[in-house]
């Protein structure tokens, strides 16, 4: 019986650390989000539809493998980092780590800017949008430029990419259009008419 025992126990054992290698404990996002982390990392984690028979998972993961050695080659060590791939019920995940927002930029290619509201102003972006307050997790009333503007040190992320994206600390003004507030530190991007190759410049004001 003690055999018997020990060999259920190693199973599980065995279980456990399969489900850890795969992902399977893994917290993933359910559509694709980008998180900024106090350190200025980004965090990128893209799902799509995948179509398992016309398309590889290898191959899918050896072509990202080969992206990210290309820039860090060009760039430096780790600039770029793939974490994790997974395929399966018709969806490809991926999980990408960069070490900065101009990473970020000259990987993919969607510009994006991230520091304090002057900081903004002198790399040329205007605040011009119609902005609206953040309250309890939730869109409240519109509020002027002025009232944006108010304390030029808050941290302001602009980007322009139809996705979702999460803060480290609390969301204060957004930009109305194409935005959606999910919860106090995450804000949806996307088109009202639903077309994802239109992008909008979205600033999105917090502390």
Known sequence: MFLVGAAAVLVIVIVVIV???TG??????????LT???????????????EADYYDGSELQSYAREQVAVYNDANGADRVRLERVAVGDGDAYMR??????????QFTGYEIFQGTIVQAQEAGYTFSDTF??????????????DQVLSDTEKKVLILRENITVTVEGTVLYVSDESTTV??????????ADGNEDATTLTYIIYE
């Open 96 to 105: 990408t780590r960069y070490q900065s927002p101009e990473d970020y930029r």
């Open 182 to 191: 999910e919860s106090g530190d995450t804000v949806s991007i996307a088109q």
């Open 36 to 50: 900024l982390e106090d350190d200025g990392t980004i965090v990128c984690e893209e799902v799509t539809e995948f």
């Open 19 to 21: 489900c850890l290698v």
């Open 132 to 145: 609206v307050g953040v309250e309890n997790g939730a869109k409240g009333d519109s509020v002027g430029s």
């Open 24 to 33: 399977v404990f893994e917290k993933r996002a359910e559509k694709s989000t």
